[in-house]
DNA sequence: GTGAAAGCGCTAACAT
DNA sequence: ATGTTAGCGCTTTCAC
């Protein structure tokens, strides 16, 4: 058996309620008890057992981390690195976290993750979009929740996204100060909050250019904003404004490629006829193609945020809702050219 | 308050001593007891306190996952793609999984995971490559553990790993058949265990064919199989076998595209010129770029069996080493061709 | 400033 | 076939 709470009591000449003041730091314990209790806790190489401090604190000392297979199984690592950051900084909160995959179309009668049902877990990271009755669900267990970009209807969780709009802004604001007149908009799944934003910041950029936006040029609709479905909109959109947009914003790196693949087929080339600019940044030394200019994401520090603030949000009752809205930033890679 | 075991002992007039047993499905206790608690049990919703339970089994329900950042930041699908695997299966066997990123070159004096200090998992699996002093810590822990693509020296741990000897001989077979005679092998890190393995298929391939192998032909490093080196790798290659060499076999696809990369610098086109074989499986929709002949490796299922072998490891004491070989399988698709 | 003791929810040995 | 009870390692209240 490990070394427990009374070996050290024992060793130290103190009762094992001494022990555990010191460990909690307590005011009440002289400085000369506590040096010699944690100089003898360091040499027993003691540490305290999570699972009685959790029977007795009623805590477990464990965040849950629930995403939809859609997001995470997509191969794209932007889950995958929010998911690390909150696996990072759980080590400063003292945490684990402890992931669950859930379907994408969750339904009201589907069972919650099972840490949830196992009461194995203090809090709940919710990343990306999900179903709205487990936003139900969650709402009606009183348990501290955070959602991760995306913003639930009708409810007061926390939330850490980034800044779209600026996002949105910032590319489409770039393709106008390399000339570009004629910018299409393409996205899926315009019920999503972050798309909704980004193709409002791609309308501020166009009326502060001056420019008028044209509906045409936007093409969304109600899918998932894969690659193949960034293909099939330019489809759309380039058979009907033939040979008149000249850049393209998508709502994510994925459609980007969808685009540009499109692009191929029909052989325009991209940067040269026709610019596209992405959002995420996702695809860095994973591929051959061209390298995509794109918004960053600051994914690893999403996941920070998300542990710190449901972490702020077990340990302090009062704090309820808290929103944080992450920067994000233009970069400029090949897929952008000057508009000759 | 939760419901507890009181409560159900209560409510179904029994002692929870023989509710424990009902959960433990103990055959102490007769049929109409058993139903009667279990009704109880659902319809108040209980289940057990995993804090309860595991202060008094000294067991904690959780599996620790290792692996270094290399594999798991280097976006690259594979490893997480296994570890959701362990995830998915853990729910069978009702065990949480928690995750530790540990640095690539893991000293002697670095802290073990924060799990394993701890005490918080009964288990552990380890993914990938490791350094050699994580290992040499572990095996003096005394704690059961898997390791996963990876085979320690020196140790008898158990291991989930893929036929990758057959996997490199499919595919050069796959070369041979289309024709080719010159087949060059390009790998990184030599000595790891799976990358020899690759490059003795390679070998096996040539000699059934009756081909020679040419050293000359082979270009391996002690480098991270990326995509950088593979370029580096191409680059030697090609300058001493100028002409001569008509398809290459990686040791996997992160290094292929590197050479791919570099053949189009030097323009030469893939599949036309020179074929091109890699091996993971990792790149799929996630590229407007060739989609890549390879080996693919059931990543999925590398992590259920991990999960499968390290639960039955923990629940059987006596099982004491086991090595699993999962089979691979060739995927033909545009980066290999005829030689005409 | 420190100790004694109750009790968190469960399992398992022992009693009945 | 079922109940009683000790005890797992810790926190916390109350005494001293």
Redesign the pocket.
Known sequence: ??V???DVAREA?????????V??N?????N??KNKVRDIIERLN????R???G????KTGNIGFIITNDHFLRNEPFYTQIFIGTEIESKENDFYVLLSIIESDFKERDALPRFILDRNVDGVIVAGKVPEPLTEKLLALKIPVVYIDYIPKYSKFSTITVDNVKGGYLAVNHLIELGHKRIAFVGGDIEHPSIRDRLKGYAQALEKAGLKIDNALIETSEEYPARANGYNAAKKLFSVNNGNITAVFTCNDAMALGVIQYLRDNNRRVPDDISVIGFDDILTERTNDIQLSTVNVPKMEIGIEAMRLISALIKDEKLLSKKIILPVELVERQSTKKLL
Chains 1, 2 share one sequence.
């Open positions: 058996m490990a427990t709470i009374k000449n103190v009762s094992i309620a001494t022990v555990s003041l460990i909690h307590h005011r009440r314990i002289s000369a008890t003691y540490t305290p057992s699972s009685a401090r029977l007795v604190s009623n």
